[in-house]
């Protein structure tokens, strides 16, 4: 599953440009669907939702 950069941010609680900081330094994996499109992938938003649980 793919999530639209918008969804990743609400999910995650974070703004656009720290969404493209985190595909940036590997954290989120985003896939280019084409030169004007692109998403996150649920693996990666899982991996950091996870991270987020197991510090509180």
Do not use: F, N, P, W
């Not at 990743?8 to 004007?36: C, F, N, P, W």
């Not at 499109?37 to 649980?53: G, M």
């Amino acid at each position: 599953m793919l999530y639209k950069i918008t969804s990743v941010m609400e999910l995650l609680e974070i703004s656009h440009a720290t969404v493209y900081r985190m595909v940036a330094s590997g954290q989120l994996d985003l896939v280019k669907l084409s030169a004007r499109s692109s998403r996150i992938t649920s693996a990666s938003v899982a991996r950091i939702l996870a991270q987020k649980d197991s510090k509180d």
